[in-house]
């Protein structure tokens, strides 16, 4: 291992000391399972051109919890989030410096794989994007990609898909209508579903409620308590009682800079730096 | 702006809009209505016994026994016909000399007019030419030919200043006192009984080739040749384009050499179309020899060309304005980006290329110039599908052209003309009307 991984697991560790010991509130369970650093940035910095819009974070993102990423509009979630799973690739001026692990692996090294990539690494939009094809169709996009033809195992997979997203039995009697006959809440469940189905490791989420009205809000958010456990999460959101209801950890950004990452609990009734409490208290925006 | 000037120019420019839809719609009814029905004109006419005769014989078409009835009919109404003739010839011979000449001529006129109405006169040779083995197969013509028997056209030159102008004189009166008078008023009183005209519906206008170039017979090797064209136009350039529109959207590198390819292809949308014909000729026939001379194959590769950029254009286009965010759902799964374009991209785009596509086809179908110097000839048959690479074919808008300007009996076969012009008009309204079809329906798919 790097030396780069090892520091990050090192500060991994005490992280998740305080979250046993300290700030995981009673009503969030223990992941026995998690909890290692799954995505390790070091000093990484992204530019669109010569602009810096991600200023040197350092950060661990620890496996199976959900880490949610807030700050006012600009500051750079977005672009944090889409590197991850280097969907920044499609931006033609875009570039990074520093270093971006994902399980001790160089997201950005030379003979990374994108592909494969975000394959393990799934991502969900901020606008429900399913394809305009049946509802079965998107969910076996990803499995067909990646080689599986028999039908019966890929009505398996969208099957429980589906239930993992908790849109089964909505859809279970029209698998075979257009997808973009679903309500907006639907389509976006559905876009979980989709990534799910490819059995990555990672959710990225990126506003996934900001298109919904609250009841599909309030499901979404259920949807990620039902998959916290399972999957890496990570959401940006500018809601912060959303990050508060569904993280585990909170990352805080100002203009680029990772102003603070802490677990949720703390970060909200205790932050550590000025800035996070001026946000979170209202006074920016 | 007050309101009052805001209202009058929101009225004035609706009645503008209005206006200019009007005149449009006027002038496409202006250009369409002569098309169809002079078109409709070589399919339905009033056929004589003439035209079944014809039918029958080039085409082994219609009733055998009902056309033999007919024709005895018919023969026995114009057996007095040349009953008068030989006895005018026999009094003829009898004649003195000044007298024989003074008739001898205006005789020999009648007697052809006779010939060309009815056909070939009994007792004489069969003529070498397939045309002039029939009288009058269309009524109208029948009619304009019954005039010539009956009047003789002549200039009267009188008036130095104005140019000479055209007057009919009763043949009847210039052969009184001989036997023949009785022939004019007899052939006007019984061209009804001597040519049957009926109302004809000739499909095999549009199935059957033609004889004797295009004085009778139908289009069939013309209509061929434009779908072979088109077709393999579209063979050519439509996979081309679409290839050539994803390089550009997808993997082309905004650069010095891109944007140098980009311009290539909005000139090469503006070249005349005359350049891409000598182009053709130049290049594939002569240079790359993909045929001896003329040849479909020469022909679609020209047409190919022509149209290839604005196939690129209207598929750059489509791919352009599929959703971003479809593609990235599709390379958010782990797809690659060959894969994404396969599998996400391209279908939906299908309905804006598939539109591009057949709007090129229709162009391809009715462009004359690139064909002229690589693949289309006047007359010929139809070809089988096994001769495009080598032969050249008859093409509707050349024809249409040809039959116009360079045909020897332009203005007997007018119908003929028409009757290209309406199958062309509608081949690419059809081809139009399929585009918008197919399109409505993959985006109802799409949007399901
Ligand atoms: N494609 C791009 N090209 C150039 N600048 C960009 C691009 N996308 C985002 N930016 C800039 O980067 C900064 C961060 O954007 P973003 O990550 O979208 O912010 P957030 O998601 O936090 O609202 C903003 O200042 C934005 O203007
Ligand atoms: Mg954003």
Same mark, same amino acid.
């Given at each position: 291992?790097?030396?780069?991984?090892?520091?990050?697991?090192?500060?991994?560790?005490?992280?998740?000391?305080?979250?046993?010991?300290?700030?995981?509130?009673?009503?969030?369970?223990?992941?026995?399972?998690?909890?290692?650093?799954?995505?390790?940035?070091?000093?990484?910095?992204?530019?669109?051109?010569?602009?810096?819009?991600?200023?040197?974070?350092?950060?661990?993102?620890?496996?199976?919890?959900?880490?949610?990423?807030?700050?006012?509009?600009?500051?750079?979630?977005?672009?944090?989030?889409?590197?991850?799973?280097?969907?920044?690739?499609?931006?033609?001026?875009?570039?990074?410096?520093?270093?971006?692990?994902?399980?001790?692996?160089?997201?950005?090294?030379?003979?990374?794989?994108?592909?494969?990539?975000?394959?393990?690494?799934?991502?969900?939009?901020?606008?429900?994007?399913?394809?305009?094809?049946?509802?079965?169709?998107?969910?076996?996009?990803?499995?067909?990609?990646?080689?599986?033809?028999?039908?019966?195992?890929?009505?398996?997979?969208?099957?429980?898909?589906?239930?993992?997203?908790?849109?089964?039995?909505?859809?279970?009697?029209?698998?075979?209508?257009?997808?973009?006959?679903?309500?907006?809440?639907?389509?976006?469940?559905?876009?979980?579903?989709?990534? =799910?189905?490819?059995?990555?490791?990672?959710?990225?989420?990126?506003?996934?409620?900001?298109? %919904?009205?609250?009841?599909?809000?309030?499901?979404?958010?259920?949807?990620?308590?039902?998959?916290?456990?399972?999957?890496?999460?990570?959401?940006?959101?500018?809601?912060?009682?959303?990050?508060?209801?569904?993280?585990?950890?909170?990352?805080?950004?100002?203009?680029?800079?990772?102003?603070?990452?802490?677990?949720?609990?703390?970060?909200?009734?205790?932050?550590?730096?000025?800035?996070?409490?001026?946000?979170?208290?209202?006074?920016?925006? | 702006?007050?309101?009052?000037?805001?209202?009058?120019?929101?009225?004035?420019?609706?009645?503008?809009?209005?206006?200019?839809?009007?005149?449009?719609?006027?002038?496409?009814?202006?250009?369409?209505?002569?098309?169809?029905?002079?078109?409709?004109?070589?399919?339905?006419?009033?056929?004589?016994?003439?035209?079944?005769?014809?039918?029958?014989?080039?085409?082994?078409?219609?009733?055998?026994?009902?056309?033999?009835?007919?024709?005895?009919?018919?023969?026995?109404?114009?057996?007095?016909?040349?009953?008068?003739?030989?006895?005018?010839?026999?009094?003829?011979?009898?004649?003195?000399?000044?007298?024989?000449?003074?008739?001898?001529?205006?005789?020999?006129?009648?007697?052809?007019?006779?010939?060309?109405? %009815?056909?070939?006169?009994?007792?004489?040779?069969?003529?070498?030419?397939?045309?002039?083995?029939?009288?009058?197969?269309?009524?109208?013509?029948?009619?304009?030919?019954?005039?010539?028997?009956?009047?003789?056209?002549?200039?009267?030159?009188?008036?130095?200043?104005?140019?000479?102008?055209?007057?009919?004189?009763?043949?009847?009166?210039?052969?009184?006192?001989?036997?023949?008078?009785?022939?004019?008023?007899?052939?006007?009183?019984?061209?009804?009984?001597? =040519?049957?005209?009926?109302?004809? =519906?000739?499909?095999?206008?549009?199935?059957?080739?033609?004889?004797?170039?295009?004085?009778?017979?139908?289009?069939?090797?013309?209509?061929?040749?434009?779908?072979?064209?088109?077709?393999?136009?579209?063979?050519?350039?439509?996979?081309?384009?679409?290839?050539?529109?994803?390089?550009?959207?997808?993997?082309?590198?905004?650069?010095?050499?891109?944007?140098?390819?980009?311009?290539?292809?909005?000139?090469?949308?503006?070249?005349?179309?005359?350049?891409?014909?000598?182009?053709? %000729?130049?290049?594939?026939?002569?240079?790359?020899?993909?045929?001896?001379?003329?040849?479909?194959?020469?022909?679609?590769?020209?047409?190919?060309?022509?149209?290839?950029?604005?196939?690129?254009?209207?598929?750059?286009?489509?791919?352009?304005?599929?959703?971003?965010?479809?593609?990235?759902?599709?390379?958010?799964?782990?797809?690659?980006?060959?894969?994404?374009?396969?599998?996400?991209?391209?279908?939906?785009?299908?309905?804006?290329?598939?539109?591009?596509?057949?709007?090129?086809?229709?162009?391809?179908?009715?462009?004359?110039?690139?064909?002229?110097?690589?693949?289309?000839?006047?007359?010929?048959?139809?070809?089988?599908?096994?001769?495009?690479?080598?032969?050249?074919?008859?093409?509707?808008?050349?024809?249409?052209?040809?039959?116009?300007?360079?045909?020897?009996?332009?203005?007997?076969?007018?119908?003929?003309?028409?009757?290209?012009?309406?199958?062309?008009?509608?081949?690419?309204?059809?081809?139009?009307?399929?585009?918008?079809? %197919?399109?409505?329906?993959?985006?109802?798919?799409?949007?399901?």
């Amino acid at each position: 291992m790097n030396p780069e991984a090892t520091e990050a697991v090192r500060r991994a560790d005490t992280m998740e000391t305080a979250v046993r010991d300290i700030f995981l509130p009673p009503e969030r369970e223990k992941i026995t399972s998690g909890g290692k650093p799954h995505v390790v940035a070091k000093n990484f910095s992204i530019y669109y051109g010569e602009f810096e819009a991600v200023k040197k974070v350092n950060a661990d993102i620890l496996s199976k919890y959900v880490t949610a990423i807030i700050g006012p509009s600009g500051c750079g979630k977005s672009t944090f989030l889409r590197s991850i799973n280097r969907m920044n690739d499609l931006i033609p001026n875009c570039s990074t410096t520093g270093s971006l692990m994902f399980d001790g692996a160089d997201v950005y090294g030379k003979f990374t794989d994108e592909v494969l990539l975000r394959k393990k690494i799934g991502m969900v939009f901020q606008k429900p994007n399913p394809f305009p094809k049946s509802i079965f169709d998107n969910i076996a996009y990803g499995p067909r990609l990646h080689g599986v033809k028999d039908r019966k195992t890929l009505d398996e997979i969208v099957e429980k898909s589906l239930r993992k997203a908790a849109l089964w039995d909505e859809v279970s009697n029209r698998l075979d209508k257009n997808a973009l006959g679903l309500s907006g809440g639907q389509q976006q469940r559905l876009c979980v579903a989709r990534t =799910l189905a490819v059995e990555p490791e990672i959710l990225l989420l990126d506003e996934p409620t900001s298109a %919904l009205d609250p009841k599909a809000t309030a499901k979404i958010e259920d949807l990620i308590q039902e998959l916290r456990g399972s999957y890496t999460i990570m959401i940006v959101t500018h809601n912060m009682q959303q990050a508060s209801r569904v993280s585990d950890f909170t990352m805080f950004f100002y203009e680029g800079v990772l102003v603070e990452h802490a677990p949720t609990a703390q970060l909200f009734t205790r932050p550590k730096d000025r800035m996070t409490e001026d946000y979170i208290t209202g006074r920016f925006s | 702006m007050n309101l009052g000037t805001r209202k009058l120019l929101d009225r004035s420019f609706t009645a503008l809009g209005i206006g200019s839809i009007v005149i449009m719609a006027m002038t496409l009814l202006i250009v369409l209505v002569p098309i169809v029905t002079n078109g409709l004109g070589a399919l339905v006419f009033k056929g004589t016994i003439e035209h079944r005769k014809m039918l029958a014989a080039e085409f082994n078409r219609g009733d055998r026994a009902e056309l033999e009835r007919q024709t005895a009919l018919a023969d026995s109404s114009r057996k007095p016909v040349y009953a008068m003739m030989a006895a005018f010839e026999q009094e003829l011979t009898g004649m003195d000399e000044p007298r024989r000449q003074q008739y001898q001529q205006q005789y020999a006129q009648v007697r052809s007019a006779i010939q060309t109405l %009815l056909g070939p006169i009994p007792g004489d040779p069969l003529p070498a030419l397939t045309r002039s083995q029939y009288g009058q197969t269309r009524w109208e013509k029948a009619e304009e030919r019954l005039h010539e028997v009956l009047y003789e056209k002549k200039w009267d030159y009188s008036n130095p200043d104005a140019p000479a102008k055209e007057y009919s004189v009763s043949r009847a009166a210039g052969f009184e006192g001989t036997s023949l008078v009785k022939l004019f008023p007899y052939v006007e009183k019984n061209i009804d009984r001597m =040519l049957m005209p009926e109302w004809t =519906l000739y499909w095999g206008f549009i199935t059957d080739s033609s004889v004797d170039a295009h004085i009778f017979g139908g289009i069939w090797p013309e209509i061929q040749g434009t779908l072979f064209l088109a077709i393999g136009a579209m063979l050519f350039a439509f996979p081309l384009g679409v290839v050539a529109a994803i390089y550009f959207t997808e993997y082309a590198r905004e650069g010095f050499f891109t944007s140098v390819l980009r311009s290539a292809n909005s000139t090469l949308a503006g070249v005349p179309s005359i350049v891409f014909g000598l182009f053709g %000729l130049a290049f594939f026939i002569n240079t790359l020899k993909v045929s001896e001379s003329k040849s479909v194959l020469a022909g679609s590769l020209t047409l190919a060309i022509m149209i290839l950029p604005t196939i690129i254009r209207a598929a750059e286009e489509a791919i352009l304005s599929v959703p971003k965010t479809y593609k990235e759902a599709s390379l958010s799964l782990g797809s690659t980006k060959w894969n994404t374009i396969v599998t996400v991209i391209l279908p939906a785009a299908l309905p804006g290329i598939i539109t591009g596509g057949v709007i090129s086809l229709g162009r391809a179908a009715g462009e004359t110039a690139p064909i002229i110097f690589t693949a289309a000839v006047s007359v010929g048959s139809a070809i089988g599908l096994a001769d495009v690479f080598s032969s050249p074919t008859p093409a509707l808008s050349w024809n249409i052209y040809n039959l116009a300007s360079e045909h020897e009996a332009a203005s007997e076969i007018r119908h003929v003309q028409y009757g290209m012009v309406l199958s062309l008009v509608t081949i690419v309204l059809l081809l139009n009307l399929s585009a918008i079809v %197919l399109r409505a329906r993959i985006s109802q798919k799409l949007k399901g």
